[in-house]
């Protein structure tokens, strides 16, 4: 069985600060990591994905996440917050056929100016 | 298009209603994907299409929900009956190739409220 958890329903940060968004996985097999973004009243835009290779992904909009395969964990950071980075922010793994995601129950991020 | 477009973006329906949900994928893309994503939580797999067939429909609610796509391009969700657990946001996505490799694009989504 695939599944994410994402610990934290919201998350506040203030402008500039770094920021970290955090997802633990449970996977039967490699996993295969995404992590997507949504804005108010807009589809879900994909930030990074995991697949094999280095334990730290680089994404769009300046955002990197961390494969920690001993902690099950892929948390998503940033360096220095802005406040269009505020929306919703989704862990996702994908099942072995490529075909289906599943999603955690996502994580309100608020940048404070 | 350049993107995924759904329509209607809002629908409001009385229960026991039935209601069609459409989805324009990218132009050319094989695979198509609807999730169904209820309030607070994150998006759930409903069905899977590449071109016309419909290979996966293991996340479907119940034989009230129905998904086609004809032709390989437009595909229609239906919802015979509509009930107020069925009241979500529902994504489509396109995938331009079969392989997994190539990444989903989401459209915006229909909202869709059972009174």
């Known amino acids: 069985a695939q599944s994410v958890a994402q610990p934290e329903d919201q998350v506040n940060v203030a402008e500039g600060n770094p920021l970290t968004v955090k997802c633990t996985y449970s996977v039967s097999g490699n996993p295969y990591l995404f992590w997507y973004v949504q804005y108010p009243n807009r589809g879900l835009q994909f930030l990074l994905k995991y697949i094999t290779g280095d334990n730290l992904v680089k994404g769009s909009y300046g955002f990197e996440a961390e494969f920690n395969k001993s902690q099950t964990s892929f948390h998503l950071k940033k360096p220095s917050a802005l406040v269009s980075d505020s929306a919703l922010y989704f862990c996702?793994?994908?099942?072995?056929?490529?075909?289906?995601?599943?999603f955690g129950t996502g994580t309100s991020l608020t940048v404070i100016p | 298009g350049a993107g995924v477009s759904q329509s209607p973006r809002y629908k409001v329906a009385k229960r026991g209603q039935d209601v069609a949900l459409r989805c324009d994928p990218i132009s050319g893309h094989v695979s198509l994907f609807w999730y169904q994503q209820a309030l607070g939580q994150g998006p759930e797999f409903l069905t899977y299409f590449q071109n016309e067939a419909q290979l996966d429909k293991s996340g479907l609610p119940s034989d009230r929900f129905f998904a086609e796509r004809p032709e390989g391009s437009v595909s229609t969700l239906k919802i015979q009956r509509t009930q107020q657990e069925d009241s979500a946001v529902y994504l489509c996505?396109?995938?331009?190739?079969?392989?997994?490799?190539?990444?989903?694009?989401f459209g915006s989504g229909t909202r869709l409220t059972v009174v």
């Open positions: 996505a396109s995938r331009p190739g079969r392989l997994a490799n190539y990444g989903y694009t």
């Open positions: 996702a793994v994908r099942d072995f056929t490529g075909n289906q995601f599943y």
